[in-house]
């Protein structure tokens, strides 16, 4: 069965630092892999997706960067971060753009 | 650009009464997907409407997507604690592009 790991749970991080969140698919091939943010408890804002490896959209001009070196490994970086980079930050990934998102467990990141 | 709106944000209800959450979406939308986020965790895929005036249940949760593909709502009847959490739809302009989320209702159901 497929699964979806998220690393790590819990972050607070400086303002300023450098930032990287890993997620990995397994069980399945060539997946869609996205990122979200949400932020205090509210709504889902997509930051980025893959259809494959090395092709990255981003929906949202923002801090963060994402990369997808591996055809199930994703990858979300930020060379400085910001307060406003503050949030829970989910990895979901799906077969399709028409299937279901299946979501990793989180990252809570806190900037101080 | 597309945008889902969800209303309302918060609903307090007592547990056995029933409870609705709309979407609406600014263009019309190919599909529909609702999730449910418990506190503290990761939303989960509930449903996927896609056909103009779809209804679909699944035991006290009834899905509908509106004629015109640019609305739909999650009715639950007779609440109980363990529904619990935030519901949120999802809808995709076309068959190329990625979920946009509506904000979420969070729900809380007391005894």
């Known amino acids: 069965s497929q699964t979806i790991h998220q690393w790590p749970a819990t972050l607070v991080q400086p303002v300023g630092s450098p930032l990287s969140l890993e997620c990995t698919v397994e069980g399945t091939s060539n997946p869609n892999l996205y990122w979200y943010r949400q932020a205090a408890g509210r709504g889902l804002q997509l930051l980025f997706y893959?259809?494959?490896?090395?092709?990255i959209s981003s929906e949202v001009p923002q801090n963060l960067s994402a990369s997808r070196p591996q055809d199930r490994q994703f990858i979300l970086s930020s060379k400085k971060l910001l307060l406003s980079d503050s949030g829970f930050y989910l990895c979901?990934?799906?077969?399709?753009?028409?299937?279901?998102?299946?979501f990793g467990s989180g990252t809570q990141l806190s900037v101080l | 650009g597309q945008q889902v709106m969800q209303i309302p944000q918060y609903q307090h209800v007592q547990e056995g009464e029933d409870f609705t959450t709309y979407c609406n979406s600014s263009t019309t939308l190919s599909n529909i997907q609702w999730y449910k986020q418990r506190p503290g965790g990761h939303p989960v895929f509930l449903i996927q409407?896609?056909?103009?005036?779809e209804v679909k249940k699944q035991k006290r949760l009834t899905f509908q997507f509106g004629e015109a593909k640019k609305n739909s709502s999650l009715h639950i009847t007779a609440t109980q604690t363990t529904d619990v959490g935030t519901y949120f739809c999802a809808g995709r302009r076309d068959s190329g592009y990625a979920l946009n989320f509506g904000k979420g209702t969070s729900l809380l159901v007391t005894p």
């Open positions: 979901a990934w799906s077969v399709s753009f028409n299937e279901k998102l299946f």
């Open positions: 893959s259809v494959g490896i090395g092709q």
């Open positions: 409407l896609v056909k103009s005036g």
